[in-house]
C-alpha cells in the first residue's frame, strides 16, 4: 500500500523559514517523480514544485527563489525547505507520488497533507 | 486566478448526469493529458481520471473524462449522494513550465 506522510507544519512568523518533509512507503521511491501541492484555506489546489527521478526540479513562479524541493531516495523521503515565507503562504501542504503514466507525471497519489500557518 | 477555468458549482439529482467543464489553452489542455480529482471536505484530493480519459482501477465507470481541443470534460453519469465533493481538473502547463489545476467545482446531489 502506497502511504505518503507529512511533517513539520505549524506556525511560523512573516519572513521565517520551515522544512516539510515527506516519509514514504509502499513503492519504489527513487522510480517516482514526487510534488508538492498547497491548498490555503477555503482555497482551491495549487501546484508547489517538483522534482524528476534525476533531480530535476520545477517551480511555481510564487514560491521560486524561497522554496527548495529535494529527495533522499536511500530514506525514501521528500523534503520542502520554505524560507522568507508570507501570509499568502499559509495552506495545507500535501506531499504526493507522480502518476507512472507516460503522459505526466501529475500526482497519483497524495498524502493526508500538513498545515502551515504563517503569522506575526 | 486559476489557469484552468471551471465552473464554481454543477448539481443534479440522483441518477442524472452532470458535466464538469475545464477550459485551459494550447499550452495546456489543448496539447497535454488531463487528470481529475476529487477531494471531500477535509480530506487529502483522489485521482479519478488520468491521461485524459482513463480510470485508475476502483474508479467507478460512472465517471469518465475527455477533451476537444483547449477544453476537457468530467461527466458523472448516474449521480450518487456520495459524488458530493469538490472536482477539480489539472494540466502540464508549456508556457509556465509547471502543473497547473482548475478552479475547483463543487457538485451537490439535490
Known amino acids: 500500500e502506497v502511504q505518503l506522510v507529512e511533517s513539520g507544519g505549524g506556525l511560523v512568523q512573516p519572513g521565517g523559514s520551515l522544512r516539510l518533509s515527506c516519509a514514504t512507503s509502499g513503492f519504489t521511491f527513487s522510480g517516482y517523480d514526487m510534488l508538492w501541492v498547497r491548498q490555503a484555506p477555503g482555497k482551491g489546489l495549487e501546484w508547489v514544485s517538483s522534482i524528476d527521478t534525476s533531480d530535476d526540479t520545477f517551480y511555481a513562479v510564487s514560491v521560486r527563489g524561497r522554496f527548495t524541493v529535494s529527495r533522499e531516495n536511500a530514506k525514501s523521503s521528500l523534503y520542502l525547505q520554505m524560507n522568507n515565507l508570507g501570509v499568502g503562504d499559509t495552506a495545507v501542504y500535501f506531499c504526493?507520488?507522480?502518476?507512472?503514466?507516460?503522459?505526466?507525471?501529475?500526482?497519483?497519489?497524495w498524502g493526508q497533507g500538513i498545515l502551515v500557518t504563517v503569522s506575526s | 486566478q486559476s489557469v484552468l477555468t471551471q465552473p464554481p458549482s454543477a448539481s443534479g439529482t440522483p441518477g442524472q448526469r452532470v458535466t464538469i467543464s475545464c477550459s485551459g489553452s494550447s499550452s495546456n489542455v489543448g496539447s497535454h493529458a488531463v487528470n481529475w480529482y476529487l477531494q471531500l471536505p477535509g480530506t487529502a484530493p483522489k485521482l479519478l481520471i488520468h491521461?485524459?480519459?482513463q480510470r485508475p482501477s476502483g474508479v467507478p465507470d460512472r465517471f469518465s473524462g475527455s477533451k476537444s481541443a483547449t477544453s476537457a470534460s468530467l461527466a458523472i453519469s448516474g449521480l450518487q449522494s456520495e459524488d458530493e465533493a469538490d472536482y477539480y481538473c489539472?494540466?502540464?502547463?508549456?508556457?509556465?513550465?509547471?502543473?497547473?489545476f482548475g478552479s475547483g467545482t463543487k457538485v451537490t446531489v439535490l
Open positions: 491521461s485524459t480519459n
Open positions: 489539472a494540466a502540464w502547463d508549456a508556457g509556465l513550465d509547471g502543473y497547473v
Open positions: 504526493a507520488r507522480g502518476g507512472p503514466w507516460s503522459s505526466s507525471s501529475l500526482p497519483e497519489f
